[in-house]
Each structure stands twice: as structure tokens, then as C-alpha cells.
């Protein structure tokens, strides 16, 4: 799978994107992460890349042509499924929609930033757009960074632990069954019984009540969802 992620402050995304799990996608071939900074194809000396907005609204508009021509050079190179821009407005990602990325081929993320960007490269040039969630960042980055995580841990062999991923929290619908280590009493706080009496089919049943008991109590709207 490849990413490129198109952004004004490419800095934000090199710590997030460079450890972990992530990275050790990155170092097995499962992933490439490619970051490019709207400002070289900036206008003139200064490498302009925002204006103001028509209308007079305050605070500064990303500008169509520097985008325009990083995304036609790229699309140019390869297909893209998805050309997704970071914003409030969009889909609320969750987990199917993670799923469904993690199975694409090529995906393009534009970050926003300042006050948004020029509405017609939305109109023309964008296939979706993703919202983590119904609140404001400053800019689309640590929300692409949140993506690529959610997306790039179900790749098959990022996580050495093939089942993993599969029965992460929301695979479901349901949240996990609480997880415990050694050791088994610290200070007199105990780790459930069963789990250490060795009985895989009582753990799996506990496991199983567990996650029902703390959705219905938790996130009773997760058990409505199809
Ligand atoms: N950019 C600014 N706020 C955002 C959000 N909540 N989700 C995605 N992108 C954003």
C-alpha cells in the first residue's frame, strides 16, 4: 500500500508517522508513507500557498494552484482509489472505514489548514472526506497521522500477531474483555480467576461477557449498529 499525505507542515506527521507499529510496516515493505509539502509548489519567491478569503471572512485560504499541481503531478504517476481531504465536515471514521482503506492500493490524504482550503478543489479533485471527530484541530495533519495508524495496523503482517488486529475492539461491535500481566495480585488487587486457571473455553466465555457486559454499559449505542 501507498500513502501520500499532501500537507503545509510536513513536521507534524514525522514523529507519529515514524515509530511502532507504523514504522515497522514501513520496514517490511508493507507500507509506503510519502509526505510532501504543499509549500514547494508554492506562487513565486515567497512560495506563496494562502490568501485571503473572498468575501472578507477572517483568516487565510489554502489556494487552489499549489495543490492543484502537486495532486495532477502525483495522479499522473499512479491511480489513485481514494483522494480523501482531513476535515470536520466529513465522514466520521471508524472502524469499516479503516477496514475498507487498509485494502486499497494507492490513497492520497490532503491536510488542510488556517481557515480550510479553496471549496473547489473539494468540488473537483477530492473522492472523500474524513472527520475524526466533531471537534476543530488546527489542521487536517494529526488527523491524517490517526488515519494512517488505524488503517495501517490491519495491513495482513503489521502486527506480528495475525488474530490481533481481528479482534481489536469495534471488529465487532463490541469492546474488548479487559487484558491483565503478571503479576497476579499487586497490592492485593487481583487478576480474575479465570484467567489463570488455564481453561481456554472459560476464558473465551469470560472474555465474551465481559465485552457484552461493558458495551451494554459503556457504549450501548454500539449494539444498535448493524
Ligand atoms: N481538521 C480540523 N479538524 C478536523 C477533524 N476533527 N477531523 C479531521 N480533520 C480535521
Request: charged residues 25%; contains cysteine.
Amino acid at each position: 500500500m501507498r500513502i501520500d499525505i499532501l500537507t503545509v507542515v510536513p513536521e507534524l506527521l514525522e514523529s507519529p508517522l515514524g515509530h511502532s507499529i507504523v514504522q515497522r510496516a514501513k520496514n517490511k515493505g508493507l507500507v509506503e508513507i510519502h509526505i510532501h509539502d504543499i509549500r514547494e509548489y508554492g506562487k513565486g519567491n515567497y512560495h506563496q500557498v494562502d490568501d485571503y478569503s473572498y468575501g472578507g471572512d477572517a483568516g487565510m485560504i489554502l489556494m487552489i494552484e499549489p495543490i492543484y499541481t502537486l495532486i495532477n503531478k502525483l495522479k499522473q504517476e499512479r491511480e489513485y482509489d481514494e483522494i480523501i481531504y482531513m476535515s470536520p465536515d466529513g465522514k466520521t471514521l471508524d472502524q469499516p472505514i479503516a477496514n475498507r482503506l487498509s485494502c486499497m492500493e494507492n490513497i492520497m490524504i490532503l491536510c488542510g489548514h488556517y481557515k480550510g482550503i479553496d471549496h473547489r478543489i473539494r468540488e473537483h479533485l477530492i473522492t472523500s472526506e474524513i472527520s475524526i471527530g466533531d471537534y476543530v484541530l488546527s489542521g487536517g495533519e494529526l488527523a491524517a497521522a490517526v488515519v494512517c495508524d488505524a488503517v495501517i495496523r490491519l495491513i495482513p503482517g503489521a502486527i506480528s500477531d495475525e488474530t490481533s488486529a481481528l479482534s481489536d475492539c469495534f471488529q465487532d461491535n463490541l469492546l474488548s474483555a479487559p487484558v491483565y500481566t503478571r503479576p497476579a495480585n499487586f497490592n492485593g488487587w487481583e487478576v480474575p480467576k479465570v484467567l489463570l486457571s488455564g481453561n481456554p473455553k472459560l476464558i473465551a466465555q469470560w472474555q465474551e461477557e465481559q465485552s457484552l457486559e461493558r458495551t451494554a454499559r459503556l457504549r450501548p449505542d454500539l449494539l444498535k449498529k448493524e
